[in-house]
């Protein structure tokens, strides 16, 4: 019963289906072909097999502002402000100052209300943010190129006439200390401000992060006194992505063309020391760095982009990959000991480069009864990464390709493409070409890999862990595998 069912349904699926395709071809013959010219209808121009890269211009103004953009066919625009200025800057006295400063980005102005200026941020859809570093601050305003005008004039208004109202730096300052009862639950973000501290005196050694102390001490005079010290003319860079030079300098010059000059600034004093960093904490793993300078930092461009690629060389990451099957497991870290060591939480190469140093080193968590040897490993796969003949032809190459693709898909972003131009031209004067960065990139050899390691960890060593820090190697062990006597 069931099959003559079934044999009469595909009968009559197969009559159907013969018969709608004998329709289709019937009508075929009567259908133009797909390349036949429409009456009537132009073609537009076929698109060229190249277009140039657009140019980055910059504009230097009478009081040392200089104003850069790049034109790009984007419906928006980002638009930074960068000031040469941060924590290396602070005194003892004005010690937080670059992190209260950043949490106040945007607030009141001697010329709008904070709601004024949230209010009309929202009718034009658009983003703010502001970001501290030791070396500089960022103020962003991404929108729709429509509103460039209302975006540079606010930004403008935002940076050079900050109100400081008492009770808006107070509430600031509040979450400023809940923040840090949260940094103490971060633990990888303790030791890497811990690695600057322990292995620097001077101005680099000053604190991204407000201490207790210091938030207790700060008040609206002293951002005051700091902002009127430090934001001048000729340590402010305008940047853009998304907007020719011309329609920009038009709208920030006659709002920037009036702010002091100011002498031209000297950076503080900084030099390497090394050292060791040890905090006892409530963590169920222990977290440790070891970390050696790098000197030159990005004066010396050659010896970064050198550096760039060794950090990708070397990787790394978590022993579980949130990013997916295979992210990051081509990496030597990864091959070489988060697949080996299972009591290894996470296993990563860090840098931090700086205008004339930085810091290059290993990072890793892991239960404190296997620290001990988790800290030797970070040691050993440093020292290797220094011998001759370590590094195979293909991870080389894997890491330059890996390097190249990274920097390549970030520049897709506008708000990435104007921190980038910002950021040269605060430490070049000028943004050099992507053409050139990648030439970099593949001339690096395997000789360089091993003579950077090499001038690396010949610097003394700075070591810094956190949680169940009695298990952790003493600073003299450790420092005795890469300077023996």
């Known amino acids: 019963m069931y099959r003559a069912a079934l044999s009469r349904f595909r009968a009559l699926k197969d009559h159907r289906t013969g018969t709608l395709a004998a329709a289709r071809y019937a009508t075929s013959n009567a259908v133009a072909p797909l390349d036949?010219?429409?009456?009537?209808?132009?073609?537009?121009?076929?698109?060229?097999?190249?277009?140039?890269?657009?140019?980055?211009?910059?504009?230097?103004?009478?009081?040392?502002?200089?104003?850069?953009?790049?034109?790009?066919?984007?419906?928006?625009?980002?638009?930074?402000?960068?000031?040469?200025?941060?924590?290396?800057?602070?005194?003892?006295?004005?010690?937080?100052?670059?992190?209260?400063?950043?949490?106040?980005?945007?607030?009141?102005?001697?010329?709008?209300?904070?709601?004024?200026?949230?209010?009309?941020?929202?009718?034009?859809?658009?983003?703010?943010?502001?970001?501290?570093?030791?070396?500089?601050?960022?103020?962003?305003?991404?929108?729709?190129?429509?509103?460039?005008?209302?975006?540079?004039?606010?930004?403008?208004?935002?940076?050079?006439?900050p109100a400081f109202l008492d009770w808006e730096v107070n509430e600031e300052l509040q979450k400023m200390k809940a923040e840090l009862e949260e940094?103490?639950?971060?633990?990888?973000?303790?030791?890497?401000?811990?690695?600057?501290?322990?292995?620097?005196?001077?101005?680099?050694?000053?604190?991204?992060?407000?201490?207790?102390?210091?938030?207790?001490?700060?008040?609206?005079?002293?951002?005051?006194?700091?902002?009127?010290?430090?934001?001048?003319?000729?340590?402010?860079v305008l940047a853009a992505s998304g907007i020719e030079n011309e329609e920009l300098l038009q709208i920030a010059e006659p709002l920037l063309s009036d702010l002091p000059a100011g002498p031209q600034p000297k950076e503080p004093k900084s030099d390497y020391v090394g050292g060791d960093f040890r905090r006892r904490g409530d963590s169920p793993s222990t977290h440790f760095a070891l970390a050696f300078e790098v000197p030159g930092g990005w004066n010396k461009e050659k010896d970064s982009v050198i550096l760039t690629v060794m950090q990708m060389l070397m990787g790394g990451g978590g022993s579980f990959s949130a990013g997916g099957p295979g992210k990051g497991m081509h990496s030597r870290l990864y091959l070489r000991v988060l697949n080996?060591?299972?009591?290894?939480?996470?296993?990563?190469?860090?840098?931090?480069?700086?205008?004339?140093?930085?810091?290059?080193?290993?990072?890793?968590?892991?239960?404190?009864?296997?620290?001990?040897?988790?800290?030797?490993?970070?040691?050993?796969?440093?020292?290797?990464?220094?011998?001759?003949?370590?590094?195979?032809?293909?991870?080389?190459?894997?890491?330059?390709?890996?390097?190249?693709?990274?920097?390549?898909?970030?520049?897709?972003?506008?708000?990435?493409?104007?921190?980038?131009?910002?950021?040269?031209?605060?430490?070049?004067?000028?943004?050099?070409?992507?053409?050139?960065?990648l030439k970099m990139v593949d001339e690096v050899t395997l000789q360089d890999i091993t003579n950077m390691a090499k001038k690396i960890i010949s610097s003394p060593l700075t070591m810094a862990s956190y949680g169940d820090v009695l298990q952790v190697p003493n600073y003299g062990s450790v420092s005795s595998k890469f300077h023996a006597k």
Do not use: W
């Not at 850069?68 to 980002?78: D, F, I, K, Q, W």
């Not at 972003?413 to 980038?420: F, T």
């Open 340 to 437: 080996e060591y299972q009591q290894i939480h996470s296993f990563s190469a860090f840098n931090s480069i700086f205008n004339n140093t930085g810091l290059f080193g290993i990072y890793g968590s892991t239960s404190s009864d296997f620290v001990s040897k988790a800290v030797d490993i970070a040691a050993e796969e440093l020292l290797l990464l220094a011998t001759e003949g370590s590094v195979s032809r293909l991870m080389m190459k894997r890491a330059q390709e890996a390097t190249k693709s990274a920097v390549l898909m970030n520049l897709e972003s506008r708000m990435i493409v104007a921190e980038d131009i910002g950021r040269q031209i605060l430490m070049y004067g000028e943004r050099k070409s992507m053409h050139s960065f």
């Open 36 to 161: 036949t010219p429409l009456d009537n209808v132009s073609l537009p121009p076929p698109l060229p097999d190249y277009v140039a890269p657009s140019e980055t211009k910059v504009k230097t103004l009478s009081n040392g502002v200089r104003v850069a953009s790049e034109h790009l066919p984007n419906p928006a625009v980002s638009i930074d402000l960068f000031v040469n200025c941060g924590s290396i800057y602070e005194t003892p006295i004005s010690s937080g100052a670059s992190h209260l400063l950043e949490r106040m980005a945007f607030k009141s102005t001697t010329n709008r209300s904070h709601l004024r200026v949230v209010r009309e941020v929202e009718a034009i859809g658009g983003n703010t943010s502001s970001s501290a570093s030791r070396e500089c601050m960022t103020y962003t305003f991404d929108a729709l190129k429509t509103y460039v005008p209302e975006m540079v004039e606010l930004l403008i208004d935002c940076v050079r006439n």
């Open 183 to 236: 940094v103490s639950k971060n633990p990888e973000r303790l030791i890497l401000e811990a690695v600057h501290s322990a292995g620097y005196s001077g101005a680099l050694a000053n604190p991204l992060l407000a201490s207790e102390s210091a938030i207790d001490r700060l008040d609206s005079g002293i951002l005051e006194e700091f902002v009127t010290e430090n934001y001048k003319g000729n340590r402010i």
